[in-house]
Structures are given as structure tokens and as C-alpha cells.
């Protein structure tokens, strides 16, 4: 009963969560956000969220939580993308737990998706201890990451239309100087 409790807890805060979050924060804040709620999912020693820093490029680490687990982190990644794990992870649009080629834990996979695409992937090295991971752990962290990569995507496209803006005036502003 009190794993219940607490997952309705979760639930009814991820709304504010998803208020505290605006397009206009950039994908740091976003996940800083997002890996203080994951910590109350699940205990994880790493957290890293892989997006993709050009469009149509490849997902690259842009965010990893200690910093100094980076280039460990990144030699499990490209083991698991090795053998099919991560593609399938992918996939899958849910959380999964899968053994880690390098050390004896477990890591957690999660593609970071929207309804149209895929924009990233959560990746989460669990301690070595064994730890319980329940079915509604797994669905909150598959909830709140969902959140994630909307608050991700909206804020990608208000940063283009910022952009867009920024254009258009500078346009507008020459073309009035001419007309003058």
C-alpha cells in the first residue's frame, strides 16, 4: 500500500512538474529537473540524457550527472549500441533494465519520444546492489519522461521560432531603412 501511495503522490506532483518547466528554458534546466524527479523513481549512481545536437545527426551525450562518469558512461553506451540493445531499446518507448557489459549493474534505457519522433534517450546506471524495480516505478519513469521530451521538443521549437522572429524583424527593419 505505501509503494501506491507514494506513486500517487508522484503523479499528482508531476503536474507541477510539468508547470514548472516553460518553452523557454533551454534543455539543461529541463533535465536538471527532470533527473531530481527520477531520483524519487529510482536510485541511479549516473544519468545522462542523449539528444541529438544537429538535426538528422546521431544521439550524443549532452548531458551526464557526476561529469566525471562521462567517458565510462559513453564506452557502456557504444557496447550496448554494439550488439542491437540500445537500437532496440529505442524501439521500445518504455523503460528497460538491462545488464551492463562493463561492470556487474544494471542500466536503465528509456527513449526520450514524442508522438511523432524520437528526440534522445535517458540512460541511468543503477548501483551495484540489487535493487527492487517495480512495474509502477517503470511506468512513472516512462510518464515523467514523456513529459520530458515534449517540455525538450517545445522548447527546440521555441527556440526556433525565437529565432525566426529575431530574422524576420532584422528583415523588416531593412527593408523599412530602404523604403525611407
Partial sequence: NRRVLDALDFVASLGD???SINPEQDASTIMAATRSNVSRILTLEVTAFMTEP?????LVITDCTPA???AQLQREIDLQIDDGTFAWALNQNRALV???K????NIV????ATRSHVIGMFVGVMPGEEQLITDVSLNLLSILLFQTANALENAALYQKMSDYN???EEAIRERTRELQ
Fill in 17 to 19: 512538474f510539468q508547470t
Fill in 54 to 58: 544537429h538535426e538528422g545527426g546521431e
Fill in 68 to 70: 566525471d562518469r562521462l
Fill in 98 to 100: 538491462v545488464p551492463a
Fill in 102 to 105: 562493463t561492470s556487474c549493474t
Fill in 109 to 112: 534505457l528509456h527513449a526520450l
Fill in 166 to 168: 529575431r530574422i524576420l
